[in-house]
């Protein structure tokens, strides 16, 4: 971070000014969001901390160390390296294609001998830091014309079709979403999103003949009529509308939920952790959860607005706006709202790469935080 001396030039902080500068009440409900999660896999192995309430721990705290390393490094750093991150995001997405590793079904990740990473988790992030790179260079007058879309729309649509490919429909929609998001904040025209969504419109039926798999159409079946299928595709959401509903407004209690702990409740770790939730602590401590992730989104939203430069302003606002999508894609796919496309609650459901993956868009919200005063000129040249 910068501060502005007396005759106008910017003044590096030190280490210790950038640590008290960081926002640690957003990281005290990060880490509460994350206690909640720790809990809930406690109760889903019955009592145990092992497999998944150990390990959920473990990453998250060298995710925590990791956030605030990233939040420390300087956000010019950031913007320089930007395009490099995406072209590595995008190399690890066609070596899935190539030496992919399947499981589940499906091919989504690469063995690099100590752990599996999934590239479509690190995409989410390269494809925020490379658009908001691309936006802080280009002037608003640029912005408006339809040919400063080539690129964006290149960057956004490679890595969507690269994921659809695996296939992970669930993240595709999350790639788009934030995406769409950056470009309304960079200025893009709402026309413009307007004959694209119509463009989209007219797609369905070639995208429903010769793009979705059989299971997806299941999926948006049963979202349309869940009963079709009740002990087929339609099982999963029917059981977790029971679950969500049996919860009342106070719950069973922790680790008194019948449908999760009788097996009812399919990929309770996962998916549809939100719905063991509700069973065990009802409406009330859905409510709970759910103002945690509304409080971070709106400390998420407030630093994108406080930031002095436009990269770190649509940085921060990409990463919370996927953040909202986790979450909201979540409990509406639990709840029945739409179809299952297999995307996990932050913080909460089990998953390695997830939960890195969401700390390290903290740390870099943090980051334009802590550098928030930072002035990067908007042409060739900056961060230098």
Partial sequence: MTLGSPMGRQVDLTLLQKLVQINWLLIVLISLIACVGFAMLYSAANGHIDPWASR??????????LMLLIA???????????????AAALVLLIAVEL???VGMGAQRWVDLGLFQLQPSEVMKIALVLALARFYHGTSLEEVGRIRWLV?????????????????DLGTAILLLATATAILLLAGVRLWKFAVLFGTILAAIPIAWRFMLHGYQKDRVLTYLNPERDPLGAGYHIMQSKIALGSGGLFGKGF???TQSHLAFLPERQTDFIFTMLAEEFGLIGCLGLLSLYILVIVYGYAIALRCRNQFGRLLAAGMITTFFLYVFINMAMVMGLIPVVGVPLPLVSYGGTSMMSLLIGFGLILSVHVHRDVVIPRRPGYGS
């Fill in 151 to 167: 690129v964006p729309v290149a960057l956004i649509l490679v890595p969507v079709a690269l994921v659809m490919r695996q296939p």
């Fill in 72 to 86: 420390l490094i300087d956000i010019r750093a950031w913007l320089r390296h930007a395009y490099l991150i995406y």
């Fill in 255 to 257: 680790m008194q939920g």
């Fill in 99 to 101: 030496i992919g590793v």
């Fill in 56 to 65: 959920q721990m473990i990453r998250y705290g060298a995710g925590l160390v």
